[in-house]
């Protein structure tokens, strides 16, 4: 049996744990990565995450990846990626998705090594364009092929999935899109500052975990941001 000394000693050792965390949590920041500041996309993006109450008086930091002529460059990406990881971003956040290639693996990896430290990866799960014809299972694009990434689908009033949308099990959750807006660019922006807003009050590693049980809970359908986040 533990004397009470030992016995408050150990309760202080817990409270002491407690305290750490607590000076030790700092308020989550969001990283963009989309077309540039001068991009009609970008504008958007960035008014649908000022329209959300969970993201009020949240440091947002943009990063263009794509090139003036609107190609996406790994080389590009992955200077972008350091660059936002200086910051100190919580959350790093891509507003599109394209086909994954093998030139596109090293993006894979430099994001999967930032989950690993705790950060979040949340991306649009993206939209068939002009330039590919079909839509995709989500595990064939870039930002399916993140080991621990959340792909957001969109969804419409009635709670079908975008027809033009990337789909599958890849798919972390899907919801509708802020109003006023249409894709999955900015159901994700709803979706990243309620995590940002769960990350305000709970670790990282809990915010993650009580998230991945909800979603096996719902699996095969994708959840609603309510039922996540509840």
């Known amino acids: 049996m533990l004397s009470l000394n030992r016995c408050l000693i150990f309760s202080f050792l817990i409270l002491q744990s407690s305290v750490v965390w607590a000076d030790s949590q700092t308020t989550p920041s969001i990283a963009i990565f989309d077309s540039g500041s001068t991009s009609p996309h970008e504008a958007k993006v960035k008014k649908a995450f000022s329209g959300e109450p969970a993201c009020q008086g949240l440091k947002i930091f943009s990063f263009a990846v794509y090139e003036i002529n ?13 660059k936002a990881e200086k910051t100190g971003a919580t959350i790093f956040h891509f507003s599109w998705n394209l086909p994954g290639t093998e030139d596109s693996k090293p993006i894979s990896q430099q994001l999967e090594k930032l989950i690993k430290k705790n950060n979040f990866v949340v991306a649009a799960a993206g939209d068939a364009q002009k330039t590919l014809s079909e839509r995709l299972p989500v595990e064939q694009t870039i930002m399916g092929q993140i080991n621990g990434a959340f792909v957001i689908g969109e969804v419409n ?15 972390f959750a899907a919801d509708t899109a802020p109003e006023g807006f249409q ?31 909800k979603r096996k809970n719902t699996a095969p359908k994708y959840p609603t941001f309510a039922e996540l986040f509840k």
Do not use: M, W
């Open 70 to 82: 609107g190609d996406l460059k790994t080389k590009t990406v992955l200077e972008q990626i350091a």
């Open 157 to 171: 009033a009635n709670g079908n999935l975008n027809p033009q949308s990337h789909y599958g099990p890849g798919l």
């Open 183 to 213: 894709g999955s660019s900015f159901s994700a922006v709803r979706f990243t500052c309620l995590l940002a807003k769960s990350l305000k009050t709970s670790a990282p590693d809990i915010v993650r975990e009580k998230l991945e049980s």
